[in-house]
């Protein structure tokens, strides 16, 4: 019989989703003191007053937001979206707080460092550590939280019982409950309908989350789904690994993961596929990955014996790591926690809110 699955949300996707949507761009075209023109983009604004005054004026960009109870509605909808279509018995939603151990982890790149704003770039930077980045992106400041971000947080604490995790990121406590339930369905006849009927479902638009065995629930729009993107995802033991080691591979800079240049998380997997067919008595992932690195620091280095041009970054890496030292950063970053001892080696208790 069955009583639906407990669902387990990744609130922080929902946060993040809605806030941006809702924060909305504008550009000021200003003559000293005074507006000249507004519009939604750069091209749109050089349109509306001219290639001759644009060129000349000062551009101020604005974040304009939607109002608050538009985001809290489309929140409310999104959830309840959720709870609707995987049919949840259950439903938990968990957020992140702030700094978790991957800052003291990366040592070449602050983690996320490529999101934040420029206040906290400059808190970032006079701390000392990251040298390289901060000499090379003197500048690099992201958008930082939508507007929004803390009346969303407020309403899914209050409303939905949300619970905040620190420490650790929210991936990690979510990899670390969904590896306990294939646990319990690995062994079922058919583990895939076990877990989405009476086991349990995480729900998420982050791929990080598919180096874990189980069933996933894309709570992405109607029109992403219309454009071929599944409601529901299984993913096995076999693609949870391929999944995380060519990630280890090719890094993540959309959280300011660099690991080897060129390298692209579809054509790393593309060469882990094969070398799993190629294998004969089973492919050791960590070796293979080990492997990577090594014939990109001996290739690497033989063009700067010959004095031929490489990236500053990759030269960096060159002169300051081998290659173990290196692969093993990159996959301390990206490998999402499994078990709640793996947490005891990261994180100190005083630093966990969970």
Not at 318 to 329: F, H, L, V
């Amino acid at each position: 019989m069955s009583n639906g699955p407990k669902v387990i949300v990744d609130a922080d996707m929902v946060r993040y989703q809605i806030g941006c949507v809702c924060d909305k761009d504008r550009f000021l075209a200003m003559d000293d003191d005074k507006t000249i023109g507004i519009a939604s983009t750069r091209t749109e604004l050089k349109e509306l007053v001219g290639e001759d005054v644009y060129a000349n004026c000062k551009i101020k960009r604005q974040v304009a937001a939607d109002p608050v109870e538009n985001a809290l509605h489309s929140c409310k909808l999104v959830l309840e979206n959720i709870r609707k279509n995987t049919n949840a018995r259950k439903m938990e939603l968990y957020l992140g707080v702030s700094e978790n151990y991957r800052k003291d982890v990366s040592k070449l790149l602050p983690y996320k460092g490529n999101r934040v704003t420029k206040r906290k770039f400059e808190e970032m930077k006079a701390t000392g550590k990251w040298p390289y980045y901060f000499e090379q992106y003197p500048k690099k400041y992201g958008m930082g939280r939508p507007t929004h971000f803390d009346a969303l947080t407020k309403y899914m604490i209050e409303r939905y019982d949300a619970v905040e995790i620190d420490g650790i990121e929210v991936d990690d406590y979510l990899a670390i409950e969904q590896t306990r339930a294939w646990d319990w369905a690995r062994d079922k006849m058919n583990p895939e309908e076990a877990l989405k009927h009476n086991g349990l479902v995480l729900a998420s638009i982050d791929k990080d989350l598919m180096q874990v065995p189980g069933v996933f629930f894309d709570f992405r729009p109607e029109d992403k789904r219309k454009a071929g993107v599944p409601d529901w995802e299984f993913i096995t033991p076999k693609q949870a690994k391929i999944n995380l080691w060519s990630q280890a591979v090719s890094g993540d800079m959309t959280d300011n993961i660099y690991g080897i240049e060129g390298v692209s998380k579809e054509g790393a997997e593309k060469k882990l596929v094969q070398a799993v067919t190629d294998s004969v008595k089973g492919l050791n992932f960590s070796e293979w990955r080990y492997d990577q690195y090594a014939e990109w620091f001996e290739k690497t280095n033989e063009k700067l014996n010959e004095d031929k041009k490489v990236k500053p970054i990759t030269k960096y890496i060159m002169e300051n790591y081998n290659y173990r030292e290196y692969a093993d950063e990159i996959y301390q970053l990206v490998y999402l926690l499994r078990t709640h001892k793996e947490i005891d080696k990261y994180v100190m208790e005083e630093d966990r809110s969970y």
